[in-house]
Each structure stands twice: as C-alpha cells, then as structure tokens.
C-alpha cells in the first residue's frame, strides 16, 4: 500500500484511454516502472531530496481543525460545505490555519473566493472518493491551501482540484495525493474539464500526483504559469495530444518548473514560442518537445516542503523578466506562496552541479 510519498507513484500505460477498463500488468510495465523510479531516485538523490521526509513533514502539519469564515456575513463555519452552501455569489470564505475534513465531494457552482492562510499553513483533506469540484462559475478563486488525498488506492482513488466549463483562478496551492489505480490510470492533482479558457493557474506545487495536470478531452485552459510539477508519475497529461487534436489545449504554458516526474508528458499550447521560457529537467521517459532551459533546479529544501530555488541555480534568473522559475520564487526572497517552510536542523550540503544538464543517468 502507498502512503503518499512523493516519487513512489505507479506508472500506467500513456495511451490508455480515461475510463475504467483492466489495464495490464505484466513484465514490460514493471521493468519500465523501476526504471523510471530508478530515474526519479537519482535525480532526487542528485540534490538531497527526500520524497519520503517531504511528505512526512506534510502529513504532520498542521494538527487543529480549521474554521471558515464568511468575509461579507461574518458567519463562522466548521466544513467547507456548509460555508459553501450558506455562501451568496460574489462572497469570499477565509479558511483558517489547521485541518479541514473533506468526507465528499464538493462542488462549487457559484462564483465563490477560497481562501487560505498559505499552504504551508491551511490544509484540506480529502477522505474516500471525496473531491473539491468548481463547475460552471464565471469567476471564481481558489488560494492559499494544500489540498491532499489521504485514501488514495482503489475504490478511494480520484482527482484532487477538478475545474469544469469555468474560469477560476488557482493560486499559491499545493496539490498532492491523486491516484493511484492502474485501471484508471489518469487521475490528477489538477483534473482540467470542458472549456476553462478563462482560468488561471499560477505559482501552485503539484507533488506526488498519479498525473500532476491532467486536460481532459476536448477541453481547454487559460493560463499555466510559474508553477513547480514534481515527483508525480506524469507531470502533464494533454489528451489533445494522444487524441491528435488540431487546436491547442492550453493557452499560455510558461515559466513552469517540471522536474523528477516518472514522465515530463507533452501538452499543446497556442503560445509555442513560450516553450523555451520553462524549466524541464530530470525527468524519465521521452522528453517532451523542446526547447527548455534544462539546467537542475536546486530547491532549497525540498525535504521540508521548502521548493524555493538556491541563489546558484540557473533557473534563478530564468523568467521572461528575469526572476526565477516556479512557484515559490528564490532563497533570500520573499516566497510568493507562503511563508518558507520550517527548514531540517541540520542544514544540507551544497549541491554539486552534475557533469550534464540532461536528465540524471
């Protein structure tokens, strides 16, 4: 059984279809699954990365239950769904720092704002089969939180954040803990549905995922940008691509991080000129078209959940406008997503730059 370390997701079959269907298992896809975590290993290894400590310090923090609060009605809550329920349009609910329990689906159908106090600091737990779903709003935010699956193998196993026909912002979160079942192979941190051109996804931690963002057939999204996708068996997961589209699945894909997944994966964009403009590095399987900057990020501590970038790294000054790559910006300054993670007593080492900046042998 898998308790939700990061990098010890299965690999799947990458044409297999999105439906439930016996997927099988044989000598090929095990020997393909230990290289690719033989890969994975080597690249966390490379720089002190610890998937198992990462999620150990996740899991352990933070302990109390959280509360809502209705920012125009100052009504308090103790779940989500109730706050959810008794919100109007338009309304802004704080979550608290601590835990909320997630026991089943929610899914947010009017244009509502979510948020936390940082994801280092307000947790949501999703139970058994339960998903935070936002459908159909023509505005809506999610901000500030982690979100986690906690039953994670068959019958439980399921998306995290699933965005249908909307236009929502997902922001400064981490996403972590879909899948993991090889006879639906495809389940995502971030499950992107029907048209959400209008959305934004921006400065996220995707971990640990069976797929770290997943664009369902025929859908479409806005905005990918400066997000960290590591350690999940698939960083992205087009279906546009296995499905030969025409037409690009994402609008913009630019200054993202996608670093020691099992597979980078391949996505279909409009703006293909800001390809270059990410980071792409350590990652099995095929490498998706080019060109990147291949270069190691360095993450500070990415054992404590800390994925800002040393000063040294050359993806430190590798945005469009000079400023780092990824989610949580570079040591030394301000992080964008919350304040940095405790970081481990003893510090680590220095990183020693490898021989080659492609992926780690």
């Known amino acids: 059984m898998n308790d939700g370390r990061l990098g010890t997701r299965r690999s799947f079959d990458a044409a297999s279809p999105r439906r439930r269907v016996a997927a099988p298992v044989g000598l090929p896809l095990l020997l393909a699954f230990a290289r690719g975590s033989a890969l994975l290993a080597a690249g966390c290894s490379a720089y ?40 109007a349009p338009g309304d802004a609910l704080d979550l608290a720092p601590g835990t909320h329990t997630v026991n089943e689906t929610i899914t947010v159908s009017k244009p509502l704002r979510l948020r936390g106090a940082g994801w280092t600091r307000t947790r949501i737990e999703l139970r058994y089969d339960a998903v935070l779903r936002v459908r159909g709003v023509p505005e809506g935010e999610v901000r500030g939180v982690s979100i986690v699956r906690v039953h994670r193998q068959a019958p439980f196993a399921g998306d995290v954040l699933l965005l249908e026909d909307c236009s929502a912002t997902v922001a400064e979160c981490y996403l972590a803990g879909a899948g993991e079942d ?31 963002i997943y664009l369902d057939t025929g859908s479409a999204c806005g905005r990918i940008v400066s997000n960290t996708v590591v350690g999940n068996s698939r960083a992205v997961f087009d279906r546009r691509v296995y499905d030969q589209a025409e037409t690009a699945g994402i609008v913009e894909f630019a200054e993202n991080i996608v670093a020691y997944n099992l597979e980078a994966g391949e996505w279909y964009e409009e703006k293909a000129d800001l390809r270059k403009t990410n980071g792409v590095y350590g990652n099995g399987g095929p490498a998706p078209r080019g060109p990147f900057h ?24 590798a945005g469009r406008s000079g400023g780092a790559l990824g989610a949580v910006g570079t040591e030394g300054a301000a992080a964008a997503a919350a304040p940095p993670p405790r970081r ?9 730059e490898p021989a080659t900046s492609g992926r780690p042998k």
């Not at 302990?63 to 959810?84: F, Q």
């Not at 959305?199 to 995707?206: D, F």
């Not at 990020?297 to 430190?316: E, H, I, N, V």
């Open 48 to 87: 002190g990365y610890d998937p198992e400590a990462a999620t150990r310090r996740h899991e352990q923090t933070p302990e109390t239950a959280g509360t809502i609060t209705n920012e125009r009605t100052k009504a308090v809550y103790r779940t989500i769904l109730e706050a959810v329920e008794g919100a």
């Open 182 to 212: 090889l006879a639906f192979p495809h389940f995502a941190g971030l499950h992107v549905g029907g048209d959400c051109r209008g959305s934004s996804i921006e400065r996220n931690v995707i971990a640990g995922n069976q797929v770290g």
């Open 294 to 317: 291949e270069a190691a990020p360095y993450f500070a501590a990415p054992g404590s959940l800390d994925f800002r970038l040393r000063p040294t790294s050359a993806l430190a000054k």
């Open 344 to 352: 481990a007593a003893s510090p680590e080492p220095a990183p020693r």
